[in-house]
């Protein structure tokens, strides 16, 4: 591992290219080429269900980076090739070869390859105007089918089908999120938030059936016309498939790298040969939080996690192997609706309801009396002081995190100025 | 072109073009000058884009709203009368200058 290794990033999505903008920023001299499928400049995925869907944010405002900042900082940007092919040399370094033919050498590889949507598998599943949501080109074809949309279903109530359900109600399409679970981000939020936002849904006219069992999509001519379950047919003319991503792991496959629901990896982003990293969507890892048992494995879809797990790789392409340890956090615009999410809730954790102003949901999770995650709905303020609390460790009892009269603001505050003297 | 000139906390200063319409933070991400993160994109859920304004166009870029100012009381770095969410600031015909703190959440 040096400063003079040439470093190939395959996948130029948010991790992929956090790892080349801060191999430059750190003075690393190699080589530093991304390589990345999709034809477009590297973008942020986040408003492709919100704003970019409204139409108040254009294409352009996406990029993550302007067109000279490559160039600039000599980084190889190849843009519209897949990496189908590595081989490997001794100690990390190889060749990689693209479906257009085009060879890369390096000395350390990077797989940022990202996750694909998970795709309805029944009749009809793939019929034009069943559409999945993940990339630029994706959300192109959904905003323009949203324009003429009547009757909207939206097959998953995960982040991004109830994002996409809660832009299609604004623009005005009459909309029904199916749920095959017994409510809506089963995995991903606690209770008490679910019933939050399904009220906020439901508000706004989003009608949501949960334990939904589809056994069909109708199609007419190619295009859908109605979804039909176990309790009947729900009209359709447009049918958003949210049931989840599965991580990309066949290039780490063909490299006999171990893949379990992704690709493992370590504390330093280094899958099981000891010497590829891996990072953001396509991972998994060991909980990485200081509450972290060691054991429980998590793939961590978010910018954050993205954007973490790359400074991680890139201090190991360095050799200042720092573990990797993290409290992720998350957010999710639903219409009105802020959703935020800060460390990992495991099952047995103690849910406590922080009370606060209408419209506002804060409720944080204990685990032997230690506060080590929280929802927030409505309410960045309190988030980010959340954030700041759990991010300096700083014990916040039950009895502390649920009394209104104690600003967490200045909780925080204090948190900050202790770990700052601390230092 | 407007341009937006970042004070660095060790006092250098970076210059940037900019185009009308575009935010402070997606000109400084988008353009590499480190100190500002922007993660959650100027979605008003992070305040990694904290910076402070200069007295000349405080007026000009407006006030913060609601949640900008509660989320202001938990930066990084400590507030001042001159701190903004720099995806919350548009930049129009005129130059803009800024500093940026020394630490982001
Ligand atoms: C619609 C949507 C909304 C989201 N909203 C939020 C949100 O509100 N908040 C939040 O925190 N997160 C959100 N996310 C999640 C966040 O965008 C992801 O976690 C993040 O993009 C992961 O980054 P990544 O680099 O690991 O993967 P990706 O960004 O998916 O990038 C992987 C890239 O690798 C490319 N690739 C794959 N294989 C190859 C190959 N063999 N050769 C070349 N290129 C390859 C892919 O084409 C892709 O461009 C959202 C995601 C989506 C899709
Ligand atoms: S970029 Fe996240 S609040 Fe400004």
């Not at chain 1, 948010?14 to 034809?39: F, K, M, N, S």
């Not at chain 1, 370590?266 to 890892?285: Q, W, Y």
């Not at chain 1, 916040?396 to 909780?411: I, K, Y």
Request: glycine content about 12%; proline content about 5%; some cysteine.
């Amino acid at each position: 591992m040096s400063r003079d290794d040439d470093v190939l990033v395959v996948g130029a999505g948010q991790a992929g290219v956090q790892v080349a903008c801060l191999l430059r920023d750190a003075g690393h001299r190699g080589a530093v080429t991304l390589v990345g499928e999709e034809p477009v400049p590297p973008y942020q995925r986040p408003p492709l269900s919100k704003g970019f869907l409204t139409g108040s944010l254009g294409a352009d405002a996406l990029a993550l980076r302007d067109q000279d900042y490559w160039g600039a900082r000599d980084i190889g940007l190849v843009l519209g090739e897949a990496v189908t092919e590595v081989v490997r040399g001794g100690h990390g370094s190889g060749r990689a070869r693209t479906d257009r033919g085009r060879t890369v050498a390096f000395d350390r590889l990077v797989l940022a390859t990202g996750a694909t949507p998970r795709r309805l598998d029944v009749p009809g599943g793939d019929a034009d105007g069943v559409l999945t949501l993940r990339t630029l080109a994706d959300a192109g074809r959904l905003r323009d089918r949203l324009r003429a949309a009547r009757d909207v279903v939206v097959v998953g109530g995960g982040f991004i089908g109830l994002e996409v359900a809660a832009t299609a109600a604004a623009l005005g399409a009459r909309v029904v999120v199916l749920e095959a679970g017994s409510r809506i981000l089963g995995r991903v939020v606690s209770e008490a938030t679910a019933q939050h936002l399904a009220a906020h849904h439901h508000a706004n006219g989003v009608e949501i059936r949960t334990r939904a069992r589809i056994v069909e999509v109708v199609t007419d001519g190619g295009d859908a016309r109605a979804v039909l379950t176990t309790d009947g047919a729900v009209r359709a003319d447009l049918v958003l498939v949210g049931i989840g991503a599965a991580p990309r792991t066949g290039l780490a496959a063909s490299l006999g790298l171990r893949t379990d629901g992704g690709v493992v990896v370590d504390e330093h982003a280094l899958a099981s040969d000891g010497t590829t990293l891996a990072v953001g969507d396509c991972t998994v890892l060991a909980d990485p939080t200081p509450w972290g048992d060691g054991e429980t494995s998590v793939r961590l879809e978010s910018v954050d996690h993205a954007v973490e797990h790359a400074a991680t790789a890139v201090r190991t392409i360095l050799g200042e192997s720092t573990p990797h340890t993290a409290v992720p956090w998350f957010w999710s615009d639903q219409g009105s609706a802020k959703l935020q999410i800060v460390g990992l809730r495991r099952p047995g954790d103690v849910a406590t309801l922080r009370p606060s102003g209408s419209g506002r949901h804060v409720v944080g999770f204990h685990r032997r009396g230690r506060l080590v995650a929280a929802e927030v709905v409505g309410s960045p303020a309190e988030f980010m002081a959340l954030r700041t609390l759990l991010g300096a460790r700083h014990p916040v009892p039950v009895e502390v995190f649920a009394d209104p009269e104690v600003a967490l603001r200045q909780l925080a505050k204090q948190a900050r100025s202790a770990t700052v003297t601390a230092r | 072109m407007p341009k937006v000139f970042y004070t660095q906390p060790d006092g250098t200063v970076v210059a940037v073009a900019a185009s009308p319409g575009d935010s402070v933070m997606a000109t400084a991400v988008r353009n590499g000058v480190s100190g500002v993160v922007g993660q959650c994109g100027g979605s008003l859920s992070c305040a990694t884009c904290h910076v402070y304004v200069d007295e000349a166009h405080r007026d000009e870029l407006g006030t913060p709203g609601e949640d900008e100012d509660e989320m202001l009381d938990c930066t990084a770095s400590d507030r001042e009368d001159s701190s903004r969410l720099s995806c919350q600031l548009i930049i129009g015909e005129g130059d803009v200058h800024v500093t940026v703190p020394p630490e982001q959440l």
